[in-house]
């Protein structure tokens, strides 16, 4: 099992920039893919970004290119979101996940976090 503990989101000004953190525990945290989803209300929960495992492999919604950065601390078992030049259409919980291949898609993350909530007015 795995449990996932994001946290850093709040209120920014759009242009604004926030880090998240997602530390996790119960698994070898090297050995599996993680993930940062968002969802807003009414909505489905969609992509933003993933770190895979042996060579830490990234991959980006265009939405957050060029704008966000995904890394990981194996040593720490935690990964961030660092996210730059945020927008109001970024408002949303944001989700880490854990899973065994680097995936956009929802259902192939086995492990999530609570959630932690940003927010970017204009």
């Known amino acids: 099992q795995v449990q996932l503990v994001e946290s850093g989101g709040g209120l920014v000004q759009a242009g604004g920039s926030l880090r998240l953190s997602c530390v996790g525990s119960?698994?070898?945290?090297?050995?599996?893919?993680m993930g940062w989803f968002r969802q807003a209300p009414g909505k489905e929960r969609e992509f933003v970004t993933v770190?895979?495992?042996?060579?830490?492999?990234?991959d980006y919604a265009d939405s957050v290119k060029g704008r966000f950065t995904i890394s990981r601390d194996n040593a720490k078992n935690t990964v961030y979101l660092q996210m730059n030049s945020l927008k109001p259409e970024d408002t949303a919980i944001y989700y880490c996940?854990?899973?065994?291949?680097?995936?956009?898609?929802?259902?192939?993350?086995?492990?999530w976090g609570q959630g932690t909530q940003v927010t970017v007015s204009s």
């Open positions: 119960g698994r070898t945290f090297s050995s599996i893919a």
């Open positions: 996940a854990a899973g065994a291949f680097l995936s956009r898609e929802v259902k192939r993350y086995n492990y």
């Open positions: 770190i895979g495992t042996s060579r830490s492999r990234t």
